[in-house]
């Protein structure tokens, strides 16, 4: 018996360097570029529901494994943004490049401007409302998770969804709706 347990063991050992490989085979093993706006994939995504704003998908999460998504949102719907939600298991960060915004992490309410950055762990509810008439902003997934997904999802639909259609989406692509969107004071 013992004898079984070493063979399994060393066997395991021996295979842990393979299965690494082929880890790898599915990495990227040269870089890219991704021209100013341009969506490396999908085109611009028009989103319908939450906001009417447009997507680039500039880093998929399929370029990355799943370790990482970047996307860039040029918005164009002052006054409206996310309900309040949740990703159980990706941290999100945005990078504001144009205009303002209110963000709600948790308990606290932020403006952010031009320059301003904002980290949303993973598990704590939050969410987003446009101020200026036009804004932009990178916003960073790690890991990448099924957002990309969601995007692609919402700007699909033949209608505007309902707030039930929405929160269906959310779940369907790993977020949970926890509350309204955030009302700009």
Known sequence: MNRNRFMTALLTLAATPSLARIKNIFQRSKGFKINAGEGRKHGHIK??????????VKISGSDTNGDLAIFEQTSLSPGRGTPLHMHPAQDE????????????????KYRLTAGDSIFLPRQVPHAWTQIAEKGKMMVILQPAGKLEDFFVTMAAMDHEPTKEEV????SNNEMKVVGPPLKIE
């Open 93 to 108: 960060i945005f990078y504001v490049l144009e205009g303002n915004y209110a963000f709600q992490v948790g308990d606290e």
């Open 47 to 56: 989103l319908k529901g939450v906001n009417v704003n447009v997507l680039d």
């Open 167 to 170: 929160a269906t989406v959310f």
